[in-house]
C-alpha cells in the first residue's frame, strides 16, 4: 500500500497521569478538507499542536509525504496554521505580515510583492496592505492570517477553531470563504473545531475526538445517518434517545420492547466496543427529531405533550413517553396544527432512519 | 453624595484647599531652588537681589562635577542596560516558565526594591571592600543593576503577559528559528515595556545616592554624590546650580519618554 | 522523540533565561546581604554580644526611639494631608486629576537630594521661612526648623507624600459612589456616611499605603541625615556611621539585621491583609 499524503500513526500523548491523545491514527489524502471535531479536551487541538510541532507526541509518529516530520522543529516544517486568536504581528502591516515567512525564507524582493499582492487578491484584501492589525475588524484579521499561512504554498494548512472569535453571521462568511480558498488553492487542511455545523459545513471529512481518542471518521453525511457510537450520534445532529425493556438481535437488525410495552423492529444494529456480542442486554434506540412523526391511526409510541415551540422555519414538540423518558420532534407549523400541552399522541418512525445502540 | 464631585459642596471647597496647599508644598520648593540657583546671592537670600547665571560658570569652570556628571550617565546607561537584558531573560522565565518556585524567584526579583537600600548598601560595600570593586566602574554598575533589577522587570513582565504568545508561534511555523521570532516579532512587541524598563532603571541610577555614597572614592563620584559631599560643608548655590540640572535633566528624560511613547503606540 | 515527563529538565521547564539575572542576584545580592547579617554573630566573635550592647547602650535604644517616632509622625501627617488629597483625586474631573497627578509625579521623580537641599535652604536659621515670619511679625526670634524632629519630619512628608496619596487614590476610586448615595437614603448625614462607609471603606487602602510609608521611613537614610541634628540621629544613619566611621562591622550588622527583619516583618503584614504591594 503506498503511504497516503499525511498520515498520524498510533498518536499518543500523556501529561503526567493525564491522557491527552489516545492512540490516534489517520491517514489523509492529499487536497482533503478534514475537521477534527470534539468538545473541548477531547484531544483534537492536541494533536493538531503535535502536527505544528509545539507537543512531542509520548509515542506514535506523523508522516508527510512517507516521511517523520517529528524531530523537524515547527519552524522547518513549513505547515501553515491558522490561529483561534488573531496573531497577526502587531507592529507590521498587512503587507509585512503576509510577507514575514517569505522574508525568513530570503526570497527575492520582486517574488515577495507579487506573492503578497496574489495572495492579498486570494482571500480578498487587495488595498488593505498598509493597514496595522489593529484597525482591521476580526474577520479581516484572520483572512490576513490565512493569507500569510497561505503564502509559503505550505502542504498542509492546519486551523484551530479560527472564527470562534467572530460572531455568527461573519462566521458563516467566512466559512464561505474558506470553502472557496481550499477549492482555489487545493492546499490539504485540517481544521479543529467544537461546532458541528461547521464541520459539516466545510468538510469533505470529519473525526470525531472523544477523550482523546477518534470515535469515528468519515463524511458528514455517514456520521449523521450511519453513527458508530451512541457519542458520535448525540454530537452529529440533535438526537433522542430511549431506553428498552428487552432488546433481541438477529444478525444487524434489532427489535425492542419498549418499557411501556410497545415493540418496535427491524432496528438497524451498532455495537459498542464493551458490548457482549449477543444476549439480551437492554439497548437504547436513538431518533432524529426530524424522523417522527405524529400517528392518527393510534400506532406507535404513545406520549403526552409537554411543550410545542415555534421556531420560525420549523417547530419542535417535546413529548414525554409512559415511563417518563423525553422525546423531541421537529416538523413544520402545519404538520403540528392543533397540539397542544398536555394532548397525548402516538408517535412513529421509519424504523431503519433510527438506531438500536448496545 | 461623599463620591460625588459635585454634590460636595463647602467640604469640596475645604478639599480642594488642602489638594492645592499640599501641590505648592511638593512644587514649591523644586520652583524655589530652580530660582536660586540663578540668584546672584551667597547666602540664598530669597528673593534674590539681582540675577546671575554665575554658579552655573562656577559649575562648569569645576571639572569635577562635569567628571560627576559622566561617571553617573556612564554608570547609568550601563546599569540600565544590563538590568534591562536580564530582566528580559528574566522575564520569559517568570511569564512562561512552568516551574516549581516561580512565584519564590518572583519575589526574589523584587525584594532590591522592598529591601532598605541601607542594607544592601552596606552590604554591598562589605563584599566590594574584600574584591576590590570599591570605587571602581565597575561595581558602580554592579550595585545599581540589581538595584534597578525590579524596575526593569516589572514594566517587561507586564508588558510580556499582555502579548498573546500564540504570535510567536505563529511566526515560528512562517518558518521563522525560536529565536528570530523572539527578536523580530516579540521584542518589537513588547517594546513599551523595554522602553519603559530602560527609562526607570536608567532614572533609578541617575538619581541613587545612599549605595553611591559608600561606593565612591574621591577619584571616581556620580553627581548625587557630588551634591551630597558639598551638601556637607555647606549651602553654596552651586548646588543649587547642580540641582537644577539634575532636575532639568530627570524631567526632559520623563517628558522625551512620555512622547516616544506616545509615538510607539501608534 | 518522546519526552520523559519525570525528567528533572521537564520539570525545570523555561527557568533557563532566569539563570543570569539569578546568578547576578546571588552574587551581589543575596551573598552580600547574608554575609552582613552572618558578620553580626561572628564579629568580635561567635556570639549575641552585637544584639546584647545594642539593646542595653541607651545611644542606640535612643536611635531606635528617635527612628520610630519619626517613622510614626511621618506617617500620620502623611495619611492627614494625603487623604483629602487623594479623595478630590478620585473624584475630581479627570484633567483636573491629571495636572495634580503630573504634580505628584514630578515632585516623586524630582532628585532626592534636590529636594532634601530645598527644603535645608528653606528651613535654615536665615531662609526663607524664617525671614518671612519674622517680617510678618509673628515671630522675633528665627525658629530652629532644621537639624532637629521638625525638620525630618517636614522633608521626610515631603517625600513620603505621593506614596500614601497614589494608593490611597486608586483605592478610593475602586469604591462604587452609589454605596454611599445608598447610605444617604438610608438616612446618614454627611459625618455618619465619612464615619461609617467611606472611611471604613477606604481603610484597606490607607493601611496599606500608611504601612509602606512607615516601613520606607524606617530606613531612610538620605533626608534625616542631612535635616535632622546630630541628637535626633536614625537608624540608617547610625548604621552607616558604625561600619564607615567607627569600623564596627558587628554592631553595624547586627543593626542593619534588626531594619531587615523588622521591614520584612511589616511587609509580610501588608501581602499578608493588604494582598501584595503595588
Not at chain 1, 41 to 51: N, V
Not at chain 2, 141 to 158: C, D, G, Q, R, S
Not at chain 2, 162 to 180: Q, T, Y
Amino acid at each position: 500500500m503506498t503511504p497516503a499524503f499525511l498520515s498520524i500513526r498510533s498518536l499518543r500523548q500523556t501529561y503526567g497521569s493525564v491522557v491527552a491523545v489516545d492512540d490516534v491514527s489517520l491517514e489523509i489524502p492529499e487536497g482533503e478538507f478534514l475537521t477534527f471535531l470534539g468538545p473541548s479536551g477531547s484531544g483534537k487541538s492536541t494533536t493538531l499542536y503535535a502536527l505544528a510541532g509545539f507537543n512531542e507526541p509520548t509515542s506514535g509518529d506523523i508522516l508527510l509525504r512517507g516521511a517523520s516530520i517529528l524531530s523537524t522543529p515547527s519552524h522547518k516544517r513549513n505547515i501553515g496554521m491558522v490561529f483561534q486568536r488573531y496573531t497577526l504581528f502587531p507592529h507590521l502591516n498587512v503587507r509585512e505580515n503576509v510577507a514575514f515567512p517569505l522574508r525568513v525564507r530570503g526570497r527575492p524582493a520582486a517574488e515577495i510583492a507579487a506573492q503578497v499582492d496574489r495572495m492579498l487578491a486570494l482571500v480578498r484584501l487587495d488595498g488593505y496592505g498598509d493597514r496595522m492589525p489593529g484597525h482591521l475588524s476580526g474577520g479581516q484579521q484572520q483572512r490576513v492570517a490565512l493569507a500569510r499561512a497561505l503564502a509559503y504554498d505550505p502542504p498542509v494548512l492546519l486551523m484551530d477553531e479560527p472564527l470562534s472569535a467572530l460572531d455568527k453571521k461573519l462566521r458563516e462568511e467566512i466559512q464561505i470563504e474558506i470553502r472557496r480558498i481550499h477549492r482555489e488553492t487545493g492546499v490539504t487542511i485540517l481544521y479543529v473545531t467544537h461546532d458541528q455545523e461547521e464541520a459539516l459545513r466545510l468538510s469533505d471529512r470529519i473525526a470525531v475526538f472523544n477523550h482523546g481518542r477518534i470515535e469515528q471518521v468519515g463524511s458528514g453525511r455517514d456520521l449523521y445517518h450511519d453513527p458508530a457510537t451512541r457519542f458520535v450520534a448525540s454530537f452529529i445532529g440533535d438526537s433522542s434517545f430511549l431506553d428498552t425493556a428487552e432488546t433481541k438481535v438477529a444478525g444487524e437488525r434489532g427489535r425492542v420492547v419498549f418499557p411501556d410495552g410497545t415493540v418496535v423492529a427491524d432496528l438497524p444494529v451498532h455495537r459498542s466496543a464493551g458490548a457482549a456480542s449477543s444476549g439480551p442486554a437492554a439497548g437504547q434506540v436513538m431518533v432524529r427529531p426530524q424522523s417522527l412523526r405524529l400517528d392518527v391511526k393510534g400506532q406507535g409510541l404513545p406520549v403526552r405533550v409537554l411543550d410545542v415551540t415555534f421556531l420560525g422555519d420549523s417547530s419542535t414538540v417535546q413529548f414525554q413517553t409512559a415511563w417518563g423518558q423525553e422525546l423531541w420532534m421537529r416538523a413544520s407549523a402545519e404538520a403540528i396544527a392543533g397540539v397542544s400541552p398536555e394532548a397525548t399522541f402516538h408517535v412513529n418512525w421509519n424504523p431503519a432512519e433510527s438506531h438500536l445502540f448496545l | 453624595m461623599l463620591l460625588s464631585y459635585n454634590r460636595l459642596g463647602g467640604l469640596g471647597l475645604a478639599l480642594w484647599a488642602i489638594t492645592i496647599l499640599v501641590c505648592l508644598f511638593l512644587l514649591v520648593p523644586i520652583i524655589f531652588i530652580a530660582a536660586l540657583s540663578f540668584g546672584s546671592s551667597q547666602w540664598l537670600v530669597f528673593p534674590p537681589p539681582a540675577w546671575t547665571l554665575r554658579w552655573y560658570r562656577d559649575l562648569a569652570a569645576d571639572p569635577r562635577w562635569l567628571d560627576a556628571a559622566l561617571t553617573s550617565a556612564k554608570v547609568g546607561v550601563l546599569s540600565a542596560a544590563l538590568a534591562v537584558a536580564l530582566g528580559l531573560m528574566a522575564s520569559f522565565a517568570l511569564v512562561r516558565g512552568r516551574f516549581p518556585g516561580r512565584n519564590l524567584l518572583k519575589a526574589l526579583f523584587l525584594t532590591p526594591m522592598v529591601l532598605p537600600v541601607i542594607v544592601f548598601a552596606v552590604a554591598i560595600y562589605a563584599l566590594f571592600l574584600r574584591i576590590g570593586l570599591n570605587g571602581t566602574l565597575v561595581g558602580f554598575v554592579l550595585a545599581h543593576t540589581v538595584l534597578a533589577f525590579p524596575f526593569a522587570v516589572i514594566p517587561i513582565v507586564n508588558s510580556l503577559e499582555g502579548f498573546d504568545k500564540s504570535i510567536e508561534d505563529a511566526a515560528v511555523l512562517c518558518g521563522a528559528s525560536p529565536l528570530r521570532a523572539k527578536l523580530k516579532i516579540t521584542l518589537p512587541a513588547i517594546r513599551i515595556g523595554l522602553f519603559s524598563a530602560a527609562i526607570f532603571a536608567f532614572l533609578i541610577s541617575w538619581d541613587e545616592v545612599v549605595v553611591a555614597i559608600f561606593m565612591a572614592s574621591p577619584d571616581l563620584q556620580t553627581l548625587p554624590v557630588r551634591i551630597w559631599g558639598a551638601l556637607r560643608q555647606d549651602l553654596t548655590p552651586v548646588i543649587a546650580a547642580a540641582s537644577t540640572i539634575l532636575v532639568a535633566f530627570t524631567l526632559l528624560v520623563m517628558a522625551a519618554a512620555a512622547l516616544l511613547r506616545r509615538r510607539i503606540s501608534k | 522523540m518522546a519526552t520523559d515527563v519525570s525528567s528533572p529538565g521537564w520539570r525545570w521547564r523555561g527557568l533557563g533565561p532566569a539563570i543570569p539575572a539569578l546568578a547576578l542576584l546571588a552574587l551581589f545580592f543575596v551573598i552580600p546581604v547574608v554575609s552582613l547579617l552572618l558578620r553580626s554573630v561572628l564579629e568580635p566573635q561567635f556570639g549575641l554580644q552585637n544584639y546584647a550592647e545594642l539593646f542595653a547602650t541607651s545611644t542606640y535604644a535612643r536611635v531606635f526611639y528617635n527612628t520610630f517616632v519619626v517613622a510614626s509622625l511621618v506617617t500620620a501627617v502623611s495619611l492627614l494631608l494625603g487623604y483629602p488629597v487623594a479623595w478630590l483625586l478620585a473624584i475630581m474631573p479627570q484633567r483636573w486629576a491629571n495636572l495634580v497627578l503630573a504634580v505628584i509625579l514630578v515632585s516623586m521623580w524630582t532628585n532626592l537630594l534636590a529636594r532634601t537641599y530645598a527644603w535645608m535652604v528653606l528651613l535654615q536659621r536665615t531662609g526663607v521661612i524664617n525671614t518671612t515670619l519674622m517680617k510678618l511679625g509673628l515671630i522675633s526670634e528665627p525658629l530652629a526648623l532644621v537639624k532637629n524632629l521638625t525638620g525630618v519630619t517636614i522633608g521626610m512628608t515631603y517625600i513620603m507624600l505621593p506614596f500614601i496619596i497614589l494608593p490611597l487614590y486608586a483605592s478610593i476610586r475602586a469604591l462604587d459612589p452609589t454605596t454611599l448615595q445608598a447610605a444617604a437614603l438610608c438616612g446618614a448625614g454627611r459625618w455618619q456616611a465619612f464615619r461609617r462607609v467611606l472611611l471604613p471603606l477606604s481603610a484597606p487602602g490607607a493601611a496599606a499605603g500608611g504601612l509602606m510609608v512607615f516601613v520606607m521611613s524606617l530606613g531612610y537614610f538620605v533626608t534625616p541625615a542631612l535635616l535632622g541634628g546630630t541628637s535626633h540621629m536614625m537608624l540608617a544613619e547610625m548604621i552607616a556611621q558604625l561600619v564607615q566611621s567607627l569600623l564596627n562591622w558587628g554592631l553595624g550588622s547586627a543593626a542593619a539585621f534588626l531594619l531587615l527583619s523588622v521591614t520584612l516583618a511589616l511587609y509580610a503584614v501588608q501581602i499578608r491583609f493588604f494582598g501584595g504591594m503595588r
